[in-house]
């Protein structure tokens, strides 16, 4: 059974800084799935924030967050990261990271999904 677990998120103030993580589990090989995180406000669809490629050598990212985040991976501890720098109140959602097989800001291009973590940035 194929399991994404997400940690790290809460509550931080406005200019800070909070690193998410996405620990996988049972997937046959982790290297051979691009990972991405996706997240999600109140009231709003789901929206791409960034992807790594199934190697760590390609990145891309969603223009709102382009020059604060950066996202990682390490294959062989089966995760993924999100470092969240100047973080600003638009940027409260819950975090999801997905894995699929294709790079995509489309959500319904991942296979593999976990369950979110709460992202609250305070004015």
């Known amino acids: 059974q194929v399991r994404l677990v997400e940690s790290g998120g809460g509550l931080v103030q406005a200019g800070g800084s909070l690193r998410v993580s996405c620990a996988a589990s049972?997937?046959?090989?982790?290297?051979?799935?691009?990972m991405a995180w996706f997240r999600q406000a109140p009231g709003k669809k789901r929206e791409f924030v960034a992807h790594?490629?199934?190697?760590?050598?390609?990145?891309y990212y969603a223009d709102p967050v382009r020059t604060r985040f950066v996202i990682s991976r390490d294959n062989t501890n089966n995760a993924a990261y999100l470092q969240m720098n100047s973080l600003k109140p638009e940027d409260t959602a819950a975090y999801y990271c997905?894995?699929?097989?294709?790079?995509?800001?489309?959500?319904?291009?991942?296979?593999?999904w976990g369950q979110g973590t709460q992202v609250i940035v305070s004015s």
């Open positions: 997905a894995a699929g097989l294709w790079t995509s800001e489309r959500p319904d291009m991942y296979a593999y």
């Open positions: 790594v490629g199934w190697d760590g050598s390609t990145e």
């Open positions: 049972g997937l046959r090989r982790f290297s051979n799935y691009d």
